[in-house]
């Protein structure tokens, strides 16, 4: 999981926190419904911040942690523990 992929979980689940704060759900459906929106903030990001980088690569990586760390040490970068 990249850094980028990482902050924008977080931000599905901090976004799904907030909505459920002010809906206040009290079934499963209604709880999954917040869940679907809170996901959909994040969806959102994910896609405008593909849309302006302009490479044409996504955000969301199949890679582990531990191989993108490796790869980034094989690349020379610098990565704080």
């Known amino acids: 999981m990249t850094n980028t992929e990482l902050i924008l ?13 002010v809906v206040k759900p009290d ?3 209604g709880n999954k419904k917040v869940a679907i929106k809170g996901g959909n903030v994040a969806k959102v ?6 849309a302006n980088t302009g490479t044409g690569e996504k955000v969301v990586s199949s890679l ?9 040490q094989d690349k020379g970068e610098l990565e704080l523990e």
């Open 45 to 50: 990001a994910r896609q405008e911040l593909e």
């Open 27 to 29: 079934t499963f459906n």
């Open 64 to 72: 582990n942690a531990k191989t993108i760390h490796k790869l980034n």
């Open 9 to 21: 979980n977080m931000l599905a689940e901090a976004s799904t926190k907030d909505i459920s704060a």
